[in-house]
């Protein structure tokens, strides 16, 4: 199964503390013991390397990086139809526009699963959303 991971997901998964890091590593462990694949976009990529770049903090930049570029990650085009489908999600739903952006990547990128920690998600219909529990 392909599961789009919301930028937070991966964020929490590459933190070292929290329960939400407990939380996101149980997950993603799970995702690869049932052969799911996370999938992302260069929206992701982008939220996920922004504050490691303001802090210089080199080591969690690398770790991003090495994340993105593993093989069995699956980097979701972010398209004119992602756009397009963006501005539906977002004029029906009032969601914000990155996470409209990551709904319809990951929609019209064959995806079959939403992964989130965003409760205010799970109400969106064209893709089953998950909340991380």
Same mark, same amino acid.
């Given at each position: 199964m392909l599961i789009y991971c919301d930028s937070v997901i991966l964020i929490y998964f590459l933190d070292s503390v929290g329960s939400f890091n407990v939380r996101s590593m149980a997950r993603m462990a799970?995702?690869?013991?049932?052969g799911d694949v996370p999938a992302f976009s260069d929206l992701t990529r982008l939220e996920c390397r922004v504050k490691?770049? %303001?802090? @210089?903090?080199?080591?969690t930049?690398?770790?991003? #990086?090495?994340f993105?570029?593993? *093989?069995?990650?699956?980097?979701? *085009?972010?398209?004119?139809?992602?756009? #397009?489908?963006a501005t539906i999600i977002r004029a029906a739903h009032n969601f %914000?526009?990155? #996470?409209?952006?990551?709904?319809?990547?990951?929609?019209?990128g064959g995806c079959e699963r939403f992964?989130?920690? #965003?409760?205010?998600?799970? @109400?969106?219909?064209?893709? *089953?959303?998950e909340v991380l529990p």
């Amino acid at each position: 199964m392909l599961i789009y991971c919301d930028s937070v997901i991966l964020i929490y998964f590459l933190d070292s503390v929290g329960s939400f890091n407990v939380r996101s590593m149980a997950r993603m462990a799970a995702m690869q013991a049932a052969g799911d694949v996370p999938a992302f976009s260069d929206l992701t990529r982008l939220e996920c390397r922004v504050k490691p770049l %303001k802090l @210089g903090a080199a080591t969690t930049l690398t770790d991003f #990086d090495a994340f993105f570029s593993h *093989p069995d990650v699956r980097i979701v *085009p972010i398209t004119t139809a992602v756009f #397009d489908r963006a501005t539906i999600i977002r004029a029906a739903h009032n969601f %914000k526009l990155g #996470d409209s952006l990551h709904l319809a990547a990951a929609v019209e990128g064959g995806c079959e699963r939403f992964l989130t920690n #965003d409760n205010r998600l799970a @109400g969106f219909t064209d893709i *089953p959303v998950e909340v991380l529990p």
